[in-house]
């Protein structure tokens, strides 16, 4: 699987963004999918998960009620919705998938997309 990351970008406090990340390969409807951010001196953090069938989603604490994640596997693609952006917010988004149960670990994902970034302005 290869993926590809967008929808990064500059926004106020506040603000909203939409993360969008492409998916190539026939099998990504098994993988379950995670985003992932790493700030300016910061070790790579979970932000957010979905299930092969989107019928599950884990969020970290810090997101939860301002993020929502989803997927659409026809056109191989996932979603990260960015809402009330906060400054801490600001890092680079990376979209991941695995095949594993653990949601939460960047080492039970396989297939990293390059990364985009965010940055939010207080």
């Known amino acids: 699987v290869q993926l590809q990351a967008s929808g990064g970008g500059l926004v106020q406090t506040g603000g909203s963004l939409r993360l969008s990340c492409a998916a190539s390969?026939?099998?990504?409807?098994?993988?379950?999918m995670g985003w992932f951010r790493q700030a300016p001196g910061k070790e790579r953090e979970f932000v957010a998960a979905?299930?092969?069938?989107?019928?599950?989603?884990y969020y970290a604490d810090s997101v939860t009620g301002r993020f929502t994640i989803s997927r659409d596997n026809a056109k191989k693609m996932v979603y990260l919705q960015m809402n009330r952006l906060k400054p801490e917010d600001t890092a680079i988004y990376y979209c991941?998938?695995?095949?594993?149960?653990?949601?939460?670990?960047?080492?039970?994902?396989?297939?990293w997309g390059q990364g985009t970034q965010v940055t939010v302005s207080s």
């Open positions: 979905i299930t092969w069938s989107g019928g599950s989603t």
């Open positions: 390969g026939r099998r990504f409807s098994i993988y379950k």
């Open positions: 991941a998938a695995g095949g594993s149960s653990n949601y939460y670990d960047p080492g039970a994902y396989g297939y």
